[in-house]
C-alpha cells in the first residue's frame, strides 16, 4: 500500500496538534482540538482550511470552452473571465462522475477543480474526450496549494492582507491577486454555507501565507479546521458530497440537481457526453418523479449514518440516508436522505430512521438546514 501523499502545511498541521487521517490517498487534518469548537467558529467568526488535497485541471486553448461544453453537462462557454460555475460531469449514461467548480481564467484558460478522489478520474475523462478539440488538458495538481478562509470575519482579515479589491468579487468568482505578498487566485468560493474565499497558490508559498493568515485573523477569533468540521458545515447547508448525495448510480436528475443540466448549448450543436441518457433521465423524473432529496431532523439524540434506512409508519422502506450527523446549529442530529417523492413533503407525518432496528422519529425538512443571512 502506497504511502499517502502530504500538502505543503503537512509540518504545519502537526506542529498545531492535529489529529490527521487518510483521506483519497492524502495525509490530511481531520480536526485540531474540538470538532464543535472548529465548526462553530466558522459559523460565527473564521476558520483557516487546507483543501490542497483537491484537483486542479487546466484546459487552455482556442477551442477550450468548445471542449468543456462537450465533456461537462453545464454551459461553460457562457461563463465570463472572471467567474466561476458549479457543474458536472458525467458518463455516457448519465450517471456523475463528479461534481466541479470550473474557474474562467482568460479568454482560453480554465480551471476545473475536482474532489481528490475523483480528479484521477475526471482527469482521464477530460483527456478521452480531448480528440477534435483544439484544446490542451493540462494535469495541475501538483502546482496549487489551496488555502481556505471561510465565516462571517473571512472578507476583513483577507482585505488586511491584500490590495484586491474583495469588495467587488461577487459569489463564485475569482481574481488574480497577491495576499500577504503572495500570488493568489482569490475565489469568493466555499463549501460551508458562509461567505468566504478560497486562495490558490504555489505549494512553495502555502506556509507563509497560512502563518500571515493566522496573525491576521488573531483578533477576529480565526481558528484551523479540520475535514471534521468541513463536513458537518457543508451537511447544515444542504451540499451534496461525493460518495454519499452523488455517484455514478445516480443522474444529476435523481440527485435532484437537473438544474446543472443545459441542454442548449451553442458548442459542438449542443452535443455532450451524456446528453441523451440525461434527456431520457429528465423525461422520467417530469412524469415519475425519482427519490428527493430532503433534510430530516432529529427528534430524539441517536445520529443516523449513510446508509440507514428510511421508513415510514408501517416501518415500509421509503429511502435511504445519504449522511448524518449531530448539528452544532440546530443542536440536534441531522441528515440527508433520498426518500420517496410521497413522503418528501417538509412536515410529512410518520417519518422515521432505522437505527439498529430501533425506529427514531425524524422530521422532514426542505434542504438547506442552515441558510446564512446576507
Same mark, same amino acid.
Given at each position: ?30 480536526r485540531?482540538g474540538?470538532?464543535r ?5 466558522v459559523?460565527?467568526r ?8 483537491m ?5 487552455t ?6 471542449l468543456?461544453?462537450?465533456?461537462l +453537462?453545464?454551459n461553460?462557454?457562457?461563463v ?6 458549479y457543474?458536472?460531469?458525467c ?5 456523475i ?6 474557474y474562467?481564467?482568460a479568454?482560453q484558460e480554465?480551471m476545473?477543480v475536482?474532489n481528490?478522489?475523483n480528479?484521477q478520474?475526471v ?5 478521452a474526450?480531448?480528440?477534435g478539440?483544439?484544446?490542451? +488538458?493540462?494535469?495541475d495538481?501538483d502546482?496549487y ?13 483577507v482585505k488586511?492582507?491584500?490590495?484586491a479589491?474583495?469588495?467587488?468579487l ?10 500577504a505578498g ?5 475565489a469568493?468560493t466555499?463549501y460551508t454555507?458562509?461567505d468566504?474565499?478560497?486562495l ?13 493568515l ?13 475535514l471534521?468540521?468541513?463536513?458537518t458545515?457543508?451537511l447544515?447547508a444542504g451540499?451534496?458530497?461525493?460518495g454519499n448525495?452523488l455517484s ?6 435523481d440527485a435532484?440537481?437537473g ?13 455532450f457526453?451524456?446528453r ?5 433521465a429528465?423525461?422520467?423524473?417530469e412524469?415519475n418523479?425519482?427519490r ?6 432529529a ?5 443516523p449514518r ?28 441531522v441528515?440527508?436522505?433520498?426518500v420517496d ?6 412536515g ?5 430512521v ?11 425538512v ?9
Amino acid at each position: 500500500m502506497s504511502e499517502p501523499r502530504r500538502t505543503a502545511l503537512d509540518a504545519t498541521h502537526r506542529a498545531l496538534g492535529a489529529t490527521m487521517t487518510d483521506f483519497a490517498g492524502w495525509d490530511m487534518p481531520l480536526r485540531y482540538g474540538s470538532e464543535r469548537d472548529e465548526h462553530v467558529a466558522v459559523r460565527t467568526r473564521a476558520g483557516l482550511f487546507d483543501l490542497s488535497h483537491m484537483g486542479e485541471i487546466t484546459v487552455t486553448g482556442p477551442q477550450a470552452a468548445d471542449l468543456l461544453d462537450y465533456a461537462l +453537462v453545464g454551459n461553460i462557454g457562457s461563463v465570463k473571465p472572471g467567474r466561476a460555475r458549479y457543474t458536472m460531469i458525467c458518463q455516457e449514461d448519465g450517471g456523475i462522475l463528479d461534481d466541479l467548480i470550473v474557474y474562467r481564467l482568460a479568454d482560453q484558460e480554465y480551471m476545473v477543480v475536482a474532489n481528490a478522489s475523483n480528479a484521477q478520474t475526471v482527469l482521464d475523462a477530460l483527456i478521452a474526450r480531448q480528440a477534435g478539440f483544439d484544446a490542451a +488538458v493540462r494535469d495541475d495538481r501538483d502546482a496549487y496549494a489551496l488555502l481556505a478562509v471561510q465565516g462571517p470575519e473571512s472578507a476583513g482579515i483577507v482585505k488586511s492582507l491584500t490590495d484586491a479589491y474583495l469588495d467587488g468579487l461577487k459569489y463564485y468568482a475569482g481574481l488574480p491577486g497577491t495576499v500577504a505578498g503572495v500570488s493568489a487566485l482569490i475565489a469568493r468560493t466555499g463549501y460551508t454555507g458562509e461567505d468566504g474565499f478560497e486562495l490558490f497558490v504555489r505549494p512553495a508559498d502555502a506556509v507563509a501565507l497560512w502563518e500571515a493568515l493566522t496573525e491576521a485573523g488573531k483578533d477576529a477569533g480565526l481558528v484551523p479546521c479540520g475535514l471534521s468540521c468541513r463536513d458537518t458545515l457543508r451537511l447544515e447547508a444542504g451540499m451534496p458530497l461525493y460518495g454519499n448525495e452523488l455517484s455514478t448510480s445516480l443522474t444529476p436528475f435523481d440527485a435532484g440537481l437537473g438544474r446543472v443540466v443545459k441542454f442548449e448549448k451553442p458548442g459542438n450543436e449542443g452535443r455532450f457526453v451524456g446528453r441523451d441518457a440525461l434527456a431520457a433521465a429528465a423525461e422520467r423524473a417530469e412524469q415519475n418523479p425519482p427519490r428527493k432529496l430532503v433534510g430530516l431532523i432529529a427528534e430524539g439524540r441517536r445520529v443516523p449514518r449513510a446508509g440507514y434506512p428510511v421508513v415510514d409508519a408501517e416501518g415500509t422502506a421509503i429511502g435511504t440516508v445519504t449522511s448524518g450527523a449531530p448539528s452544532p446549529t440546530l443542536g440536534k442530529p441531522v441528515a440527508m436522505a433520498y426518500v420517496d417523492a410521497a413522503h418528501a413533503e417538509p412536515g410529512t407525518k410518520g417519518v422515521a430512521v432505522d437505527i439498529r432496528g430501533k425506529h427514531e422519529p425524524y422530521e422532514v425538512v426542505a434542504l438547506p438546514f442552515y441558510k446564512r443571512e446576507k
